[in-house]
């Protein structure tokens, strides 16, 4: 039973990940573009997001376990996934990087309300959420740069 809920759980964000991945990915010009400093290599990208992607579902997993997600955390859960999924087409589908610092800016907010909530609920389903928030911040640095030296 367990396995099968991690496994749900995993697969949830995964999955749509990697649908908005290969879409975009016919869009992307991260090459062409002028980088700041600490831009890591493309395929750097891919390998994060799986991770990140896979401890967001191990997350979310430990508390459905526990019974725990209630309609307030699903909201938040897949608010913020929905958010996350958008983030890329509007950055590289419509290269309106200006507005994808707003949308990384709101989901910096999201998943650091989705840290503390699920740190409350769960202290290991919050902790292993610490390198998605890491991850996004350093995303928005990324953007907020992209978007200055590629006006």
Known sequence: ?????????ILLPLIPGGIVG????????????IKPVLAPPAIVFP?????LYILMGISYGMLVIRGLNTSEIKKLYYGQLIVNLLWPVIFFVFKLRFLALI??????YLVYKMVKVFYHLKKEAGLIQIPYLIWVLFATYLNLFFYILNK
Do not use: A, R
């Open 1 to 9: 039973m367990k396995c099968k809920v991690y496994i749900k759980s």
């Open 22 to 33: 290969f879409i975009t990915s016919k869009f992307m010009n991260y090459e062409m573009l």
């Open 47 to 51: 390998i994060v997001w799986s991770i």
């Open 103 to 108: 949308w990384i800016i709101l989901l910096v």
